[in-house]
């Protein structure tokens, strides 16, 4: 970080880019190998390989004592603790309101038929009170998953459709159009002060088009010394 620190301008720092791009991809053909020499000999899958390859190279990382809690604050982390995480957030929750045997079914038997057994214990969790629930909770988990499909339908109006659109009249991106929208419900609809967020974008854009002209630039120069 020192020596960044001391690039007095872009060419220099793009200089310095480039030559750890050269040593990632330098990196990157001897892992190459690695693997290579490792299938050849064992037979294995190479999909197999790589999973196993991350999960070796980041086992522990970001451990707060064990593998379920992780430290938000490192920005490397176990590859795998996740899923374990989400697994336990995920039973938990269905745990609570007495879901688990309704939802995991399918999930755990087909687990089962390829060798991995899950077995829950309902005591070691905190329940609600569900039988008290009215209208029952099995009617309201069926509404509730009609307004959330509800909404995902519309999300996905505006992602295929508006934005789309907004592409073809060469207003802006499609992939841009969300926030764009966003920024019009804000500033124009809600009548709430955008000031500051346009201008941030704005000057965004405008680093961006300068440095997309510095290198244009200089590779028409490139290729003119070239010829």
Not at 52 to 76: F, I
Request: glycine residues 4%.
């Amino acid at each position: 970080m020192s020596e960044v620190n001391e690039i007095k301008n872009a060419e220099e720092l793009l200089n310095a880019t480039v030559d750890v791009l050269k040593e990632k991809k330098n990196t990157g053909k001897a892992l190459a190998e690695v693997t290579k020499r490792v299938l050849d000999q064992s037979g294995g899958d190479k999909s197999n390989w790589r999973i196993v390859t991350k999960v070796c190279a980041n086992k522990g990382r970001a451990w707060l004592g064990n593998p379920l809690d992780l430290d938000k604050e490192v920005e490397h982390k176990d590859s795998i603790s996740p899923l374990f995480i989400k697994l336990l957030a995920t039973i938990t929750a269905l745990e609570e309101f007495n879901q688990t045997d309704e939802v995991l079914k399918e999930y755990l038997d087909a687990l089962q038929s390829r060798g991995i057994t899950i077995t829950i214990d309902h005591n070691a969790f905190e329940h609600a009170d569900t039988d008290s629930i009215e209208p029952p909770i099995d009617e309201e988990l069926e509404s509730t998953k009609s307004y959330m499909r509800t909404i995902e339908n519309y999300s996905d109006e505006i992602k295929n459709e508006h934005a789309v659109r907004a592409n073809e009249l060469n207003f802006c991106s499609a992939n841009s159009y969300m926030s764009i929208a966003q920024l019009y419900k804000r500033g124009v609809v809600d009548g709430k002060d955008i000031q500051d967020t346009c201008q941030d974008i704005l000057t965004d854009h405008e680093m961006f088009d300068t440095a997309v002209g510095l290198i244009q630039s200089q590779a028409q120069t490139s290729m003119g010394a070239e010829a």
